[in-house]
């Protein structure tokens, strides 16, 4: 194995990775990722969506640079979560990245990364490309696929879904925007889905570059996720 892959590939050696990932954009899944990493306390997030970089923005990290130490790349710490972004090596510069660098530059950012936690969450771009095929080489992830009950939607993220299962992964489905609650009344405005359903709470835009400080429904029900559909403690 190449050194910078084995590089890698040992920093996530012994940690629990999961992958949140979806076959179409704009679907929530920067949101729900900094939302999992924030109930599981002993979590790095590591922003591989190297086109969009949302997760620092969402912390409101912008133009924000990452520490370099003995250890590596020091992540950004916001409460109990540490987060390792592109952004914060080349700041507010926008990036186009040749296909065949995309792998390398993903490889280097978690090679020489300080990751200390026991979780490990990426946030993946959009898309069944490199990002996929990069975490596959170097560790046995759980993937989180995010989706909406959009009938397109559903469709476009079939195939990344048969993709996975075919690969021999049990992944884990999240509805974003599922259903309304309204004073105890269930409204799906989109009708029935399959998978774990979040509600729709307009008032989470409010937190942009503040989601730490969210604390309303759809967090909750991360919480719900995590404890019933993961299997993990959130204080773990």
Known sequence: MEPLRQLAKDKLSGKKVYAVMSAKGGVGKSVISSLLSLVMKDSTLIDLDIHTMAIPKLFGLDGKLHEVTKNGIEPFEVETTKIVSLSGIVKDNYVILPG???????????????????????????????EVLVLERISDFTPIVVTTPSKITKKVVDYIIKYLKDRGKDPKIIVNLAYMDCDGKIVKPFGEYEGFGLPID????????????????VKRKIEEFVRNELKVNEGN
């Open 100 to 130: 065949g660098n995309q792998s390398s530059i993903m490889e280097s950012l978690i090679a020489y990364s300080h990751i200390s936690t026991k979780n490990v969450i990426f946030d993946l771009p959009p898309g069944l490309g490199d």
């Open 202 to 217: 307009p008032t989470i835009e409010d937190y942009m570059g503040r989601i730490q400080h969210y604390e309303g429904i």
